[in-house]
């Protein structure tokens, strides 16, 4: 093994050290810190241009990626992308051990005289687990690629490749970092004669089921959506409440029809992801009175692995139509129920499911007002940029008002997105660099197997959210522009290089460390896979890439 695990324990509790949450000052302080420490590198000191502390461009923080090139001794050499986040979430879970969660040593031997879960207690008692606030997710991972680039800095006669390191900011909220970083890896490319042909990540794995005994590598990932509702009632007394129509009662039908739901779950090559889950339902009231709601607004987590944006569009618009459906018959079933118990005579219920897709909503509106539909939506967004909504309130503020221009005032539902969608990759074996990649962790599973007692498996999907979403693209263009016309913050607030995603290309695999509890107070990392296992797999993949 040539990389030191004591080089990757060094700089896990480097990064630990420093409190990096996400939105935080410190986010930026340690990225700047990292690019003053790596630049030390006597390698760094030969080609200081092969070294960047690049800005993510938001007008509303300042914060930065890492990105630092070690080329190989020959010209036509391919290059691998190193990928890894410097951020944490939050340590308000701590509670009064919140100073002790960047201090991994210090907060073991506090924990030892706590209430804590047995097999939390168990890892507390061994040597071989590190606790604290990003020791999982994901310092230990970054510090194996950083062990990794700097020891092939130290030997480049020993680099069958280039690497390139890229320690972006943002993972854990919006993914500014890699959003930012992709368009600046094509022009590297270009400036530099770089063929970027695979990318690794090292973000953390974990038991997938109560006992699971193997530690994963994911090639490929699943992406995420949020197909967002509006639907529009009609307000009543409620003392009259059969004069109206409540929009609650069509939400609730929709998360009938969407929550937990197994038919919507989404599968390839024998992967099936979790079902959609409802993450918002609420009405548009600001204020209490006795008068039904006007309008209400839903958005469910929908992840996906073979499914594009507009299918998932497609698919929920069908849902819509169902649960609108029910919600009239249910309306009108104890309408007539009441008017029987009452003694009056029930009116035709004359209620129609009408629901559109944001895209459809607005071209409708367009037959009736032309290009005013544009003034109107270009208003409410200098309205709500001065307002500094959340993206998914913005985008619903929008539909809500497109609604206003609708003469036909009968309830409706409109559905958009109204959040990042974090694309998915399926690597194929039919693509050259995917299948050389592929086999490349296959072969390097089969030589480091031998050397750990708990089995190493190879599956197709990360399952959680990440940045790998942003190096490849596995939808076409009718798929991405299903997503960019039905997102109404699009090309204002909202962007994504789709364009500069599909010119890089790359094919990625995530070899990250193994633990528990990522994101909670018991947050762990087994330091053995960690600062061995992880570096060594890693190592063979890029041999066998390099030989290729």
């Not at 030191?4 to 996400?22: A, F, G, N």
């Not at 020993?158 to 022009?187: H, M, R, T, W, Y």
């Not at 559905?415 to 072969?443: K, M, N």
Request: hydrophobic share 35%.
């Amino acid at each position: 093994m040539r990389i030191d695990p004591d080089r990757v324990r060094q700089w896990t509790e480097w990064l630990v050290e420093r409190k990096s949450i996400v939105n935080t000052q410190g986010e930026a302080e340690i990225t700047v810190q990292l690019y003053e420490e790596v630049k030390k590198w006597a390698y760094f000191q030969r080609y200081p241009k092969r070294i960047w502390l690049q800005s993510t461009g938001e007008s509303n923080c300042q914060r930065y990626n890492l990105i630092a090139l070690v080329r190989a001794e020959a010209d036509e050499a391919d290059t691998t992308l190193l990928i890894g986040h410097v951020d944490t979430v939050g340590t308000d879970d701590y509670g009064p051990l919140q100073e002790k969660a960047t201090k991994p040593w210090q907060l073991k031997e506090m924990l030892l005289s706590q209430q804590v879960p047995d097999e939390v207690k168990g890892h507390l008692g061994d040597s071989d687990w590190m606790f604290g606030r990003g020791t999982l997710d994901m310092k230990s991972g970054l510090a194996a690629n950083l062990s990794i680039l700097q020891y092939y800095s130290e030997h480049t006669s020993k680099l069958g490749g280039n690497l390139i390191l890229v320690a972006e900011c943002d993972e854990e909220d919006s993914s500014n970092g890699i959003l930012a970083a992709v368009p600046f890896l094509n022009q590297l490319a270009k400036q530099e004669k770089l063929s970027i042909r695979a990318a690794i990540n090292t973000d953390f794995v974990t038991a997938r089921y109560q006992g699971d005994p193997h530690r994963y590598i994911y090639a490929g990932t699943v992406g995420k959506l949020l197909p967002s509702f509006f639907v529009a009632g009609k307000e009543t007394h409620v003392g009259q409440a059969f004069d109206g129509f409540d929009p609650n009662l069509v939400l609730a039908e929709l998360t009938r029809e969407i929550d937990y739901n197994p038919s919507l779950c989404d599968q390839m090559y024998g992967e099936v992801t979790p079902p959609p889950v409802s993450l918002k339902q609420t009405d548009l009231k600001p204020y209490y009175d006795v008068q039904t709601p006007l309008a209400a607004f839903a958005y469910y987590n929908y992840l996906v692995v073979s499914q594009s944006p507009l299918q998932v569009m497609e698919i929920m618009k069908e849902c819509a139509i169902r649960a609108f459906e029910r919600a009239i018959e249910t309306y009108a079933a104890r309408y007539q129920s009441y008017c029987e118990r009452t003694g009056s005579t029930p009116q035709p219920v004359t209620l129609k499911p009408r629901v559109y897709t944001y895209a459809e909503y607005v071209e409708y509106l367009r037959t009736e007002h032309g290009d005013k539909v544009e003034q109107v939506l270009n208003r409410k967004r200098e309205e709500l940029a001065a307002a500094d909504l959340d993206i998914r309130f913005y985008c619903c503020r929008q539909v809500e008002e497109l609604r206003r221009l609708d003469r036909n005032e009968d309830p409706v539902c409109v559905l958009f997105y109204s959040s990042l969608y974090s694309p998915r990759i399926a690597l194929s074996a039919d693509d050259p660099d995917d299948s050389r990649l592929l086999q490349a962790v296959e072969h390097a599973v089969e030589q480091v197997q031998q050397m750990y007692p708990h089995p190493i498996v190879v599956r197709p999907f990360f399952p959680y959210i990440s940045d790998m979403s942003f190096v490849k693209l596995s939808d076409d263009d009718q798929g991405i522009d299903g997503y960019k016309a039905n997102m109404p913050a699009w090309g204002n607030r909202h962007h994504v290089p789709f364009d500069e995603i599909r010119q890089l290309n790359v094919p990625i695999v995530n070899i990250g460390p193994y633990g528990y509890d990522a994101h909670k107070k018991w947050g762990r990392v087994e330091l053995t896979y960690a600062e061995r296992i992880v570096p060594m797999l890693i190592e063979h993949v890029l041999r066998s890439l390099w030989h290729s």
